[in-house]
């Protein structure tokens, strides 16, 4: 007989397939589909065909601008373009690109016939969308300096499936993810529910170790608990005096910005690294009275999570002398800050678990830290990347939240469907890998503390 | 009601991994697993302990250094998880494994009272009903807002033990923690134990103090080299058990 639980994830297996394939080809891709289905003629260009007006190719395929650059292709009859690959490299992001078309073909371009079309950038290529009959077109790039564009080629009407791998990945591991979650709270064996159960008996010893981290850290101090918001405000008055005059991308609000990158990426460092040295820091306890051991990891990132609610504090009042206009989205700022500590708290398990058998991981990790930090877009727009780079740092989960926090809170945009299963999907991930090694290590821990 | 196991060892091992050398970095794991290098000396610290023990008994562990009563203590309070075997209790435990263990030396007496009360599983409302009563019994209400650190380890051992027994519990284990401490308070606290044993409470003693034992215990467990060597009425394991010792 084969056993239940085998069965059960198999099934769930087939059913995540199903499941991430329908979100990243069907609902991510919904032109592509079209595209297939409608049987539009493709027409691609390259090299020669191509005219470039303003550019300057100081090697084959290489362009930099000078000034209102524009490229030109021609068709020999009018085709109706759904959809225009630019396939090459950008080294700027684009939002958007006015085009001027012609309807037919010896026709010259006129100021009737331009618009802008919205670009999308999918897997480091540039689509635009025109929809509409065109001979000849031509696109004006960017009219400001600093674009290089490797050009390869041209294509009307490309025809392939855009499928983000990442999406496609994590959305099929995502029901995977819950149902093993499933499987471990209601299942026979039912690990997490007795972690649940213990932590809800203990919660408050919960409180109690938060407060009293809160309390010791600035005892002594005249100040006392109001330098928990005092201390991070100076620390963002200074940080954002200084990145106002320095460091100017081409970028609004750069303070505010920057601030929204730090801040999450402190409650990040904060929560991994009290949470790393939790076991061993609580090894009086642990050796004298029975408490379940993801308490101390557990009350960590939530005392991160009470820093994080000071700096938040702090950063609002920056951001009223900066002068930010609110807006509504502003109040979602709490979805990205629950599938980071929920991240966090998978992440510090997995560190408290190492760092207490091999201390070598508590060295490692500070170096890795700095590196993570400069992998995340926090004190630059992921825009001046260079392409490869930009791929692997879209890889980094930090980015996603510092970008979903931003969306909300800075650019008044609400996150999409597929980028709340991406932030959800690496939290859940890192939450499951956590707390089974967690488990499985838990009892070892005394012999090491 | 009379006759309920509250605890109940049944086939209880316990063995430790004792590494030959202490390798804890990743670059020595690694080499030495390489080389299969990583050896360890097996250590069966208990073997095989089937005990039961039912609701109101005073049960005195005895038994030379070594022979695992600490660990079995430790079994018992869920602190250590058993090898092979399996420990079941009923009823809430309170362990005086260690006084004091989880007292945040920068807090306050009462700010310590209330995190140790929670460390050992009590509600906050709880504790704060019961306060006085535990400032009374470790005599420190002058010290109330004193940091800890500043405290003798004898004020330590009272505020310790007058929050461990602040509330009934079902299975009380004390591992020689009466030796801290002047004659008064060991008096005391011997007092607090009978108030708690004549309440039904199920005691288990460790203690090398034999006469403690013989007045307290009901009955005796003599363990020797993890293993139990004699179980039985206090007088009878008692008397052997000081006349091996000799």
């Known amino acids: 007989m084969i056993k239940r639980k085998t069965l059960i994830l198999v099934g769930?297996?087939?059913?995540?397939?199903?499941?991430?394939?329908?979100?990243?080809?069907?609902?991510?891709?919904?032109?592509?589909?079209?595209?297939?289905?409608?049987?539009?003629?493709?027409?691609?260009?390259?090299?020669?065909?191509?005219?470039?007006?303003?550019?300057?190719?100081?090697?084959?395929?290489?362009?930099?601008?000078?000034?209102?650059?524009a490229i030109e292709v021609r068709c020999d009859e009018p085709i109706y373009v759904q959809n225009l690959l630019i396939d090459g490299s950008i080294d700027r992001e684009l939002t958007e690109v006015t085009v001027a078309y012609t309807e037919t073909p010896d026709e010259p371009f006129t100021a009737e016939n331009r618009f802008s079309a919205p670009v999308e950038v999918k897997n480091k290529d540039t689509y635009l969308r025109l929809e509409r009959s065109v001979s000849a077109l031509r696109l004006e790039l960017c009219e400001d300096v600093g674009c290089e564009l490797e050009l390869e080629q041209i294509v009307l009407n490309p025809r392939r499936l855009n499928v983000n791998y990442q999406t496609l990945v994590l959305t099929f591991l995502l029901p995977f993810v819950v149902v093993l979650f499933l499987l471990e709270l209601f299942g026979d064996r039912g690990g997490f529910r007795k972690t649940l159960s213990s932590v809800w008996k203990y919660r408050p010893l919960l409180c109690?170790?938060?407060?009293?981290?809160?309390?010791?850290?600035?005892?002594?101090?005249?100040?006392?608990?109001?330098?928990?918001?005092l201390n991070p405000l100076l620390m963002m008055l200074v940080l954002t005096a200084v990145f106002a005059n320095i460091f100017r991308y081409e970028i609004d609000d750069f303070p505010v910005y920057y601030l929204t990158g730090y801040i999450l990426f402190n409650f990040v460092s904060e929560a991994t690294n009290f949470s790393m040295s939790s076991i061993i820091g609580a090894s009086g306890l642990i050796k004298k009275v029975y408490i379940p051991k993801i308490i101390f990891p557990l009350e960590k990132c939530l005392y991160a999570l009470v820093n994080l609610l000071f700096s938040l504090i702090a950063a609002v009042i920056v951001f009223l002398i900066v002068g930010v206009t609110p807006q509504w989205t502003?109040?979602?700022?709490?979805?990205?800050?629950?599938?980071?500590?929920?991240?966090?708290?998978?992440?510090?398990?997995?560190?408290a678990t190492l760092n207490t058998f091999f201390r070598d991981v508590g060295y490692l990790y500070s170096v890795f830290i700095t590196l993570w930090m400069y992998l995340t877009p926090i004190i630059y727009p992921i825009s001046i990347l260079p392409g490869w780079m930009q791929s692997i740092v879209r890889l980094n989960p930090l980015y996603h939240y510092v970008e979903y926090f931003r969306a909300v809170t800075l650019y008044g945009t609400v996150p999409s469907l597929s980028e709340n299963l991406i932030c959800l999907a690496y939290s859940l991930i890192f939450l499951l890998a956590g707390l089974l090694v967690f488990q499985k290590k838990q009892n070892k821990f005394i012999f090491y503390v | 009601?009379?006759?309920?196991?509250?605890?109940?060892?049944?086939?209880?091992?316990?063995?430790?991994n004792m590494?030959?050398?202490?390798?804890?970095?990743?670059?020595?794991?690694?080499?030495?697993?390489?080389?299969?290098?990583?050896?360890?000396?097996?250590?069966?610290?208990?073997?095989?302990?089937?005990?039961?023990?039912?609701?109101?008994?005073?049960?005195?562990?005895?038994?030379?250094?070594?022979?695992?009563?600490?660990?079995?203590?430790?079994?018992?309070?869920?602190?250590?998880?058993?090898?092979?075997?399996?420990?079941?209790?009923?009823?809430?435990?309170?362990?005086?494994?260690?006084?004091?263990?989880?007292?945040?030396?920068?807090?306050?007496?009462?700010?310590?009272?209330y995190l140790n009360g929670s460390v050992l599983g009590f509600g906050r409302d709880f504790v704060r009903n019961k306060y006085s009563e535990i400032l009374d019994f470790a005599e420190l209400w002058d010290f109330e807002n004193v940091a800890v650190?500043?405290?003798?380890?004898?004020?330590i051992a009272r505020l310790g033990f007058a929050i461990a027994t602040?509330?009934?519990?079902?299975?009380?284990?004390?591992?020689?923690?009466?030796?801290?401490?002047?004659?008064?308070?060991?008096?005391?606290?011997?007092?607090?134990?009978?108030?708690?044993?004549?309440?039904?409470t199920t005691v288990l003693i460790v203690s090398h103090a034999i006469e403690q034992i013989e007045r307290l215990c009901?009955?005796?467990?003599?363990?020797?080299?993890?293993?139990?060597?004699?179980?039985?009425?206090?007088?009878?394991?008692?008397?052997?058990?000081?006349?091996?010792?000799?």
């Open chain 1, 12 to 69: 769930t297996a087939i059913v995540c397939l199903l499941f991430s394939l329908w979100l990243s080809v069907w609902q991510f891709s919904q032109e592509n589909i079209r595209n297939l289905l409608q049987d539009l003629p493709t027409v691609s260009f390259t090299g020669e065909q191509i005219s470039t007006i303003g550019w300057d190719a100081t090697e084959f395929g290489l362009l930099s601008v000078e000034e209102n650059p």
């Open chain 1, 208 to 229: 109690d170790l938060v407060t009293r981290d809160v309390k010791t850290k600035y005892r002594r101090s005249i100040l006392g608990i109001l330098w928990s918001i």
């Open chain 1, 330 to 351: 502003l109040l979602l700022f709490v979805v990205p800050i629950i599938y980071l500590f929920i991240f966090n708290f998978g992440l510090s398990l997995i560190l």
């Open chain 2, 1 to 16: 009601m009379q006759n309920q196991t509250v605890v109940d060892v049944s086939h209880v091992t316990m063995r430790f």
């Open chain 2, 19 to 113: 590494p030959k050398e202490k390798v804890d970095n990743v670059k020595e794991y690694l080499i030495k697993a390489l080389k299969k290098q990583i050896r360890f000396e097996e250590f069966v610290a208990l073997s095989d302990i089937t005990l039961q023990i039912e609701r109101g008994e005073v049960v005195g562990i005895v038994g030379l250094n070594g022979s695992g009563k600490s660990t079995l203590l430790k079994i018992i309070s869920g602190i250590l998880e058993p090898s092979e075997g399996s420990v079941r209790t009923y009823g809430t435990i309170s362990p005086l494994i260690e006084l004091g263990a989880g007292f945040d030396m920068e807090l306050t007496t009462r700010e310590n009272i």
């Open chain 2, 149 to 155: 650190k500043n405290f003798s380890s004898g004020m």
């Open chain 2, 166 to 200: 602040l509330v009934k519990p079902d299975i009380l284990i004390v591992d020689e923690i009466l030796a801290v401490g002047d004659f008064l308070f060991q008096q005391k606290c011997e007092k607090r134990i009978n108030e708690l044993m004549s309440g039904g």
């Open chain 2, 218 to 246: 009901s009955r005796v467990v003599w363990l020797e080299h993890g293993r139990v060597r004699m179980t039985g009425e206090t007088r009878e394991v008692c008397d052997l058990y000081k006349n091996s010792e000799r």
